[in-house]
């Protein structure tokens, strides 16, 4: 952790990876993250995977670094409290990240009643009210039909939920940009995000909508070659499988050196009346220039193959399995300064992420364990609500609130 | 645009896909993003998708919004007008973000000799000083071994440059937070951040290295089934394929209301020994699901699935080709508000993406497009360097930077 946002407080009503992540972000930046949840935990509390006994690894490293308060949400005191706490005095407070349906009493025209400068940050489905994943969401712009082996026509659906990690990023630059407003004009304001304009916008930003409007032509179905320069999945000579990309000058040049191919692919190039120092002419005969590369690189054994690929500042790296990462990759362990081994409540201990930025002033600690449920509750009732140990002990005997489970 | 950023100054030096990206979300939100490249362009002006004539459409949308300053970076006036341009005075101004090579004359040590307060953020390739793209750190984290049809073991490559973009989004967090540091405090700083490092911490993030340590599993290769609850593709009576999910309880009741199935599923449960309302029951009898689901969504035309689905509140949506999209989907028209047609220089006019927040207190005005090579020189050197015409004349005649093409 990081403490560059030290001071900032953001009051979290979310579920599932856009909304939670984006407040863990925060919190990595040593934000004040306070998740609030029903009293036996939100939708997302047994998101898989989890462990043996149930306890959810997937809700531990979404709400790293959080304090969470445990409320009934369903009665009017409970609501209260959220809506004070949301709504708490200080120029670093008054910041509600949401991606609950935020209507009625959390609607941002009634909490705003009570603090007019608030930032209320709302993640939805899509901008028609709908709901959308991460799936759903992929599917309809168009990624499960151009990814996956060529020779293959069916639709192959992300694994990684890149959408849900695009928008909890997203949220944050929101929540960042409307508080620094804020400070500087005094003014507060609705933000709102949907999960599929994100996908959208990304579809028009890395050019597939101009492509198809201008050059008339779509992304076709490419395999594991990389668009618009070289790049491919090739195997050594002792079965691993690596991806090699020449997309700039530099690489292209030195995949040549490093293979002793220049000769044939200059060959290649007059018979074709190709320019390989153009990106778009080495993609148009990408499958030539692999049928070169192919029995070269099936020579090497992959430490040879390793050498001869730093030597000449070629970019590649090896497939690797999740559990080879993990287990056998030491950029996965404490070796990289972002993982540090600490202990997540009811899991265990094992190495977990930080967020992976570097402040050259500020010391990186440990990253924060995430809270178990209604950790925080009565310190949270004592510190930013200000009530007495008179009252906290009330609203617990009135179920109003809970503290963690023993 | 919403201008909720203006009046802040970052001054860019990069190329491809993560950093440029991060300076359009800025523009995007009204930050003055002054982009220097060689005179010629930098090494992705020629980044696929191009048009007929070799114009980028994928560099102008990278683009958007930012002014260009183009100028010779191997001579020392040009790189001393790059510093006085990354230096120059204001609270607003005095950011630096690249992916360029931050050595010599752009090491942040040499620039902060001119502004000891200078804010500089660099996205570099992986922790050990290493190139990365977007493809060999995917092939790393272990993606491909568990995207694709689960017949077939062949690794599958994102086609989505996923890393990219999240790089992008938090290196405009990492900014954002510095900003803000330096505002409140004085001091400024050097941020880092590798593209290695954003997947690796993403890999502990969603569970994927706590799953590994505390369970001694890895995912595996599910083909399009969703992980840890119930989702997959399926077929519609016309030949549409849509992607259906029920992770929460009340999107799986749904999907049983809609399709008829709660007595032949409630049978399953009882068969299995399993409890549908748990997610990861879901998961566990997710063939036997599908294959109940399959034949009833095989019965119904898409435009009567639809209209049971939505009725129900089920999260669903079909899967389209990119051309669809672009073409026949209002969400992707100008109909959506995050798009408007506006003339791309040298490309043509098209519906061109805005940063999809939405801000309550701003007008949101049409995107900026991009810039032409150099076409802000000038003004550059006249409203942040001061220059008078004459030592802009100077400059142009010396060959030290260069305005638009002609």
Redesign the interface.
Known sequence: MQA??KGLRIVEGSA??AAP?CG??LAG?GADVIRFDQLEGG?DY???????D?TS??W???NKGKRSFAVDLKSPAGRELVTELICAEGADAGIFSTNLPARGWLA?DSLRQRRPDLVQHEIV???HG????D???????????????AD?V?????????WD??TA??A???I??????R?LTG????????L???A????????????????GT??ER???Y????F?R?FITADGA???V?A???K?WQGLLEATGLAGAVAELAARLALDFS???DR?AARHELAALLEPWIFRQPLARLAKAF?EC?I?????????????H?A??SED?P??TRIA?PG??T?????????????TRTAPQPAPRLGQHTDQILADVLKLDSAAIGRLHDQGVVAGPES
């Open positions: 560059i946002l599932f990876i992540m863990m972000t930046l939708i047994r998101r898989w995977p989890v462990t043996a149930n690894i997937y531990a490293e979404m941002y489905g899509d901008r709908g709901t959308a994943l799936y759903t969401v992929n599917a309809k712009v168009g990624f499960p039909f151009i990814t996956g082996p293959d069916r639709p192959v659906n992300h694994v990684l939920p890149a990690i695009a990023y997203l944050a630059i929101g960042l940009a409307a508080e620094r407003h400070r003014e507060g304001q609705q933000v709102k995000l949907a599929a304009d994100v959208l916008a990304a579809m028009g930003h890395l050019g597939y909508v101009g492509e198809v409007h201008i050059n779509s992304r490419h395999g594991n990389l668009y618009g320069a790049g999945d499988r690596v991806m990309i997309v700039s000058g690489q153009r990106e778009g993609f730093d500042g970019c590649w790296d090896r497939y690797q399995t999740v559990t080879d990462l993990v287990l990759d950029d996965c990289n972002i993982f997540q899991i265990g094992y190495p977990v992420p930080d967020q992976p930025m570097y402040f050259s002033q500020l």
